[in-house]
């Protein structure tokens, strides 16, 4: 009884001295992550400019929310950068994880290469890329360069002051057009695009090197069983590398879903939302609400909007979840 007595008193001693570690990350999670999660839900039942008393208003500043064209085009706006974005970004990932897993010479410098743009603050490739584009900017001089090789005539665009959209570029093309005034109808805007552009290059390499560290763990003897039975590398990829991929797929898509739905700094940046709000985002509103950065300040407001985000993002991740992960558990 007595050396079981000892052994639950030094239990509890171990346990002690294991919460006592874990105390400063426990006290600043429920001071800073829990505590501000409630403060928020507080403040988003009511009215408050930060410098008089909260006033209690219920739902209201949700309601406004959804009734806000801005509101619903910034969800809009970043859906469309959501689907293109997260789509390419895994795409150009896959490609050069692949090609630089190969024994190729160099690679250990493409790889360094390719991979310090994610590593770049954002303010600096932002203001690489406001260069850039510029109208008098590189950008448009390649294009002028290769129209040239075929004999055309490139005009100047302005990449991040244009609020044409694509759908409204493929209606002109055929003669017809979109009003302005349809922006729901008008597809991402070239400024947008631009910015998508920006987007894929400083994210793809560090998903790159997600999909790097997976294939080193694909069992070689997979391949030469594969070459053994006649398969030739584009088969390999598709019924043995692919598959293999599936679970960190699943990853870098719901870290590129996240990451691109709370988009902020380019458009703080760049474009401060415009032109004509086809720049827009969830997360840029909020802060411009609560901070009162173009108006009155309506911290209850943006608020209210920062849970109907969180919520969206929740939706997205489940639902990649329950569609995405259900064909990697194989793996």
């Known amino acids: 009884m007595n050396k079981q007595a000892s052994l639950s008193k030094m239990r509890k001693v171990e346990e002690r001295a294991a919460y006592l570690f874990l105390s400063p990350y426990l006290i600043m999670t429920i001071v800073f992550t829990v505590g501000m999660i409630l403060f928020a839900l507080y403040i988003s039942l009511h009215s408050w400019n930060l410098f008089q008393s909260p006033e209690f208003v219920g739902l209201d500043n949700y309601f406004k ?18 689907l293109l974005v997260v789509f390419f970004q895994t795409f150009i990932a896959v490609f050069m994880a ?43 001089l ?44 008008h597809g991402p805007s070239v400024t947008w695009m631009a910015l998508m552009v920006q987007a894929v290059y400083t994210t793809s390499p560090t998903f790159m ?55 902020f700094d380019y458009v703080k940046i760049m474009t401060a939302g415009g032109p004509l709000g086809t720049t827009l985002t969830p997360v840029y509103q909020i802060y411009t609400e609560t901070l009162g950065i173009n108006g009155p300040i309506r911290a209850g407001y943006g608020a209210a909007m920062a849970f109907i985000l969180a919520v969206v993002i929740f939706v997205f991740t489940y639902i990649q979840r329950k569609f995405i992960e259900e064909k990697t558990e194989l793996y």
Do not use: H
């Open 65 to 82: 929310a959804f009734r806000s064209e801005d509101f619903l085009r910034g969800f809009l706006n970043i859906t469309w950068y959501t």
């Open 98 to 140: 692949v090609v630089l897993f190969k024994p190729i010479p160099g690679k250990q410098f493409f790889r360094t290469f390719f991979y310090a743009p994610s590593v770049t603050s954002s303010v600096v490739i932002s203001m690489i890329f406001w260069w850039m584009y510029l109208k008098t900017g590189y950008v448009n």
């Open 142 to 185: 390649l294009m002028s360069k290769v129209a040239g090789i075929f004999g055309g005539e490139w005009n100047a665009v302005e990449w991040l002051n244009n609020p044409t959209g694509l759908f409204q570029l493929i209606a002109r093309a055929f003669g017809g057009d979109i009003a302005f005034a349809q922006w729901y109808l």
């Open 209 to 263: 090197i997600m999909f790097l560290a997976a294939l080193v763990n694909i069992p070689p003897s997979l391949y030469e069983s594969a070459s053994i039975d006649g398969a030739n590398s584009w088969k390999q990829f598709w019924k043995i590398t692919l598959p293999m991929l599936r679970p960190i797929m699943l990853l870098v898509v719901v870290l590129g879903t996240m990451g691109c739905i709370q988009m």
